[in-house]
T-cell receptor, first 115, second 113 residues
């Protein structure tokens, strides 16, 4: 009865490296959302995906950030050429359907630190 | 566009009650309430839909005033385990196919023995 699984829990990268964050939704959920949380701040929407489709990426920075949710395997949030400002907790959430009345269940997050 | 929560922080003694408000300047379809403890994932509490409904489970309940675009979370007879930061997440009316949530500014609740 696994919930939303994210890995790694902690990730350290040097400036200019790439970061890959993985998210496996709850069983039976095909909708995935990524949120970013800066220290002492709220959650900011980044992207909403269904299997093989990006539905809404209005919260994604235009450069260096990309997301995918392939037919098989976890959803991946990829950050290229990381900078210090990318340091944050990245949370993934999933829901069974995409309507606004569906609860989103969150994973434990990935804490990204940039040296 | 970000919903505003009030108060920003509240300190309670065990057994006391609290109300947390979430106000939006946009027409809302739904309001979701979450509690997050430091360093942990947000935990889903409940959803309220437009139409002005009230929900509750155990000693935590919430209401949604569609006219004011405001939701309130009621915590009665607070317990130590209620401590954490409470966030409202809102989905907008006419938001189309997206279920993205716009989260509020957060309310830090500390329950003391």
């Amino acid at each position: 009865n696994a919930g939303v699984m994210q890995n790694p829990r902690h990730l350290v990268r040097r400036r200019g490296q790439e970061a890959r964050l993985r998210c496996s939704p709850m069983k039976g959920h095909s909708h995935v959302y990524w949120y970013r949380q800066l220290p002492e701040e709220g959650l900011k929407f980044m992207v909403y995906l269904q299997k093989e489709n990006i539905i809404d990426e209005s919260g994604m920075p235009k450069e260096r950030f990309s997301a995918e949710f392939p037919k098989e395997g976890p959803s991946i949030l990829r950050i290229q050429q990381v900078v210090r400002g990318d340091s944050a907790a990245y949370f993934c959430a999933s829901s069974p359907r995409g309507q606004g009345a569906q609860p989103q269940h969150f994973g434990d997050g990935t804490r990204l630190s940039i040296l | 566009q970000q919903p505003v929560q009030s108060p920003q922080a509240v300190i309670l003694r065990e057994g006391e009650d609290a109300v947390i408000n979430c106000s939006s300047s946009k027409a809302l379809y739904s309001v979701h309430w979450y509690r997050q403890k430091h360093g942990e994932a947000p935990i889903f509490l409940m959803i309220l839909l437009k139409g002005g409904e009230q929900k509750g489970h155990d000693k935590i309940s919430a209401s949604f005033n569609e006219k004011k675009q405001q939701s309130s979370l009621y915590l009665t007879a607070s317990q130590l385990s209620y401590s954490g930061t409470y966030f409202c997440g809102t989905s907008l009316l006419g938001g189309g196919a997206t279920n993205k949530l716009i989260f509020g500014t957060g309310t830090l609740l500390a329950v003391q023995p």
